[in-house]
């Protein structure tokens, strides 16, 4: 099974930046697609950010133009590069990956983001 570590959540003022990497047990250049999701206390857990195999990305409207997903050859990891982070964007992040766009996909066990003067 694959296994996936996530890492760089902790605490931020509003305004800050955030770095959280995705380290992946297999080449995450092997998977379909890889994503990103957040879920807050009391609510549903919601996509965020998708980076597919041929490196197409896609963002949920809340974060478009503060978050980038990347991936890392060196670190083996997927990225989520957050920037000007508002308290709403506090979660905890988790890292997903599908070997096929069509098959299920394996979670890593999430690292916390907050937000908070």
């Known amino acids: 099974q694959v296994q996936l570590v996530e890492s760089g959540g902790g605490l931020v003022q509003p305004g800050g930046s955030l770095r959280l990497c995705c380290a992946a047990?297999?080449?995450?250049?092997?998977?379909?697609?890889m994503a990103w999701y957040r879920q807050a206390p009391g609510k549903q857990r919601e996509v965020v950010a998708t980076?597919?195999?041929?490196?197409?990305?896609g963002y949920a409207e809340s974060v478009k133009g503060r978050f980038t997903i990347s991936r890392d050859r060196a670190k083996n990891s997927v990225i989520l590069q957050m920037n000007s982070l508002k308290p709403e964007d506090t979660a905890v992040y988790y890292c997903?990956?599908?070997?096929?766009?069509?098959?299920?996909?394996?979670w890593g066990q999430g690292t916390q983001v907050t937000v908070s003067s």
């Open positions: 997903n990956v599908r070997p096929f766009t069509y098959a299920p996909g394996y």
């Open positions: 980076i597919t195999r041929g490196g197409s990305t």
């Open positions: 047990s297999e080449s995450i250049f092997s998977f379909d697609d």
